[in-house]
């Protein structure tokens, strides 16, 4: 699953620490979902639209597609 | 709706109080099971009463660092239970085949040692050691 968190704490000036404790996960676990090699849950997935203000669709895309 | 818990280290602090609780309860249970081991030999000279109460502790005191595991699982953030929940089935499965290959062993008479129950444990622990290290690499 791709996803935009990195592009979007980049945008806001986050570090990868800062992203975690706003989602209450550890940094390991942010890292590992920017580098697409966790796919989140989806009540941290909604966590994370709700921080970001944006659809869960917009954050998060599945790369294979319809 | 303030969602900031960069200053409290929500998740960083509660992993932390976790670990240490897990690690004191841990403790003693090791110190209560040599306590249980040794003491009937060492301490009381086999007194039953005194057994039995060495037993009791070492139960009680293990229940507790049940729970206390049970709490630093449900502390950890998702991903990390998971490569928990890896690790342990990979323990779990690898010691329930080794072990019962371990004891056929001396029951089709290919060792003639009596097979310990700490190979197993040691072997258990070794393994969720291993699925613990290739789960923090695998999603590194």
């Known amino acids: ?66 | 709706m303030n969602t900031s818990k960069t200053d409290t280290g929500g998740w960083q602090a509660r992993q932390r109080k976790n670990t240490v609780r897990l690690r004191y309860w841990t403790s003693a249970w090791v110190l209560s099971l040599a306590f249980a081991a040794f003491g009937p030999k060492l301490l009381w000279d086999f007194n039953t009463g005194l057994t039995i109460l060495g037993v009791v502790i070492n139960l009680a005191v293990g229940f507790g660092m049940i729970v206390a595991n049970k709490q630093y699982v449900q502390g950890l953030d998702e991903m990390h239970r998971k490569i928990f929940l890896d690790a342990g089935a990979l323990s779990l499965g690898i010691g329930l085949v080794c072990g019962l290959g371990y004891e056929l062993l001396e029951d089709i008479k290919l060792i003639a040692f009596q097979p310990e129950i700490s190979h197993l444990i040691i072997l258990m622990c070794l393994t969720f050691l291993a699925g613990l290290i290739m789960g923090h690499r695998k999603y590194q």
Do not use: H
Request: aromatic share 8%.
């Open chain 1, 1 to 66: 699953m791709k996803n935009r968190l990195k592009v979007l704490r980049a945008e806001r000036d986050w570090t990868q620490a800062r992203l975690a404790a706003e989602l209450d996960v550890s940094r390991q676990t942010v890292n590992a979902i920017e580098k697409g090699k966790f796919d989140p849950s989806l009540p941290l997935a909604f966590k994370a639209a709700r921080l970001f203000g944006m659809a869960i669709e917009d954050i998060f895309q599945d790369e294979e597609g319809p």
